[in-house]
């Protein structure tokens, strides 16, 4: 059970440094003033922040309205508390707030420039984590080149880089090198531990290369169909990518009832479904039920703003 879990979770840690990589594909050299930028980031990020903040304080307190009326919640916000999946909208806001200077920036600068960036920034934060490790943090603080900036910034870079062959059969390699080191390595550290426990991070060496070398097959393996006639598989992706906000906002939720039963059922435990089977039947599940609900969310009028 432990090794399956294990490998399933090895597997979806992409999913975090991808959307930041994919923000700074799709968002760093777009060509629109500062007002526009804003307007457009205010309504698809802050107004769903605070609406889903207000939902989730409701939630968790077993749906009492007047816990958001309530210095607790005024807290939570402000700190990042409300409910545990909700902080990527805390980093994207920040990497936001930032963005038109980086654009400026960027404008000026070539991709030595950008290249060295992303050199310091992958010694001074991943494999500065991996360091840790074994005890040997590197002192000097860089600080600019830390956090999340790094993957933003990556995103950039691979949209300005031609993608060879031998990138792609590289990446390839990296991305079995990298499971293979995140499975066993928070298995070794779960035995010595005695419980669960992980490695891995946003910003940890593997989690990152492996959500890099993975953005770039996707990428290639996306344009390579565009290129063909899938136009259905083309709208269905469409859909779905017009939805993943909704999606990721609303999924902790539904879980909570998949965890304690629906209709009785406990679909995680391992005697109702053995792991391999009940883990991606509850993700296809929720992927499923979620798309749905936002869908329908995304018609409604003054709804389909806190699922843009």
């Excluded at 802050?46 to 309205?65: G, N």
């Excluded at 545990?84 to 990497?95: K, T, V």
Aim: charged content about 10%; proline content about 4%; glycine content about 6%.
């Amino acid at each position: 059970m432990y090794m399956t879990a294990n490998v399933y979770n090895a597997i979806i840690r992409f999913a975090v440094p991808i959307l930041f990589i994919l923000s700074g594909y799709l968002l760093l050299d777009k060509q629109e003033d500062d007002r526009t930028f804003f307007s457009k980031r205010f309504s698809k990020v802050v107004i769903p922040l605070v609406a889903w903040s207000m939902i989730y304080m409701i939630f968790a307190h077993k749906y009492d309205v007047s816990s958001i009326f309530s210095v607790e919640f005024v807290q939570k916000f402000l700190t990042n508390h409300v409910f545990y999946h909700l902080y990527f909208l805390y980093y994207i806001i920040g990497l936001y707030l930032i963005t038109p200077l980086l654009r400026r920036i960027l404008v000026n600068a070539n991709m030595h420039d950008i290249r060295y960036f992303l050199i310091l920034w992958f010694f001074f934060t991943p494999f500065n984590q991996l360091m840790g490790f074994f005890g040997y943090n590197i002192g000097i603080p860089v600080e600019a080149a830390t956090g999340n900036l790094g993957l933003y910034l990556t995103g950039y870079a691979i949209k300005k880089t031609r993608v060879t062959n031998k990138i792609i059969y590289l990446s390839g390699i990296i991305i079995a090198a990298a499971l293979i080191i995140m499975i066993f390595g928070s298995y070794i550290m779960s035995v010595n531990s005695g419980k669960f426990n992980t490695f891995l991070t946003s910003t940890s060496i593997t989690q990152t290369t492996y959500a890099i070398c993975l953005f770039i097959l996707l990428r290639e393996a996306l344009d390579h169909m565009t290129r063909m006639p899938y136009k259905k598989i083309e709208n269905i992706i469409k859909a779905v990518a017009g939805a993943s906000m909704g999606i990721y906002l609303i999924h902790p939720m539904l879980l909570h009832y998949v965890r304690h039963g629906i209709f009785g059922v406990f679909l995680l435990s391992p005697s109702f479904l053995s792991p391999i089977i009940s883990i991606p039947l509850v993700t296809g599940l929720l992927f499923v039920v979620s798309l749905i609900i936002v869908i329908v969310m995304q018609k409604i009028p003054l709804i389909r703003k806190i699922v843009p």
